[in-house]
């Protein structure tokens, strides 16, 4: 059985920085790209960062060189280090992996960046 567990959101000020953690259990984790997306309420989910089996990343452009993705492939976890955090990153984030042709979700970590 597939699963995904998020952790590390929380609230920080404008320019603060947060780390999500997601840590997977019933995959060969190491053979997966691991997506990071957010949502907020009335919108669709977007993607925000994704890293390859090799190691390769895409980011969206609202994030470039403000957040990082990277993963340990023995802890079977990816992260997204973000840091110099907007209002505009407020959102419930999900890791995601495409598993036997379908996506699996985590439960989400809310992460709400306000004064």
């Known amino acids: 059985q597939v699963r995904l567990v998020e952790s590390g959101g929380g609230l920080v000020q404008p320019g603060g920085s947060l780390r999500l953690s997601c840590t997977a259990s019933?995959?060969?984790?190491?053979?997966?790209?691991m997506s990071w997306y957010r949502q907020t309420t009335g919108k669709q989910r977007e993607l925000v960062a994704n890293?390859?089996?090799?190691?390769?990343?895409t980011y969206a452009d609202s994030v470039k060189g403000r957040f990082a993705i990277s993963r340990d492939n023995v802890r079977n976890t990816v992260s997204l280090q973000m840091s110099n955090l907007e209002p505009e990153d407020t959102a419930a984030y999900y890791c995601?992996?495409?598993?036997?042709?379908?996506?699996?979700w985590g439960q989400g970590t809310q992460v709400t960046v306000s004064s």
């Open positions: 019933g995959i060969n984790f190491r053979l997966y790209t």
């Open positions: 890293i390859t089996s090799g190691h390769s990343t």
């Open positions: 995601t992996v495409p598993f036997r042709g379908s996506p699996y």
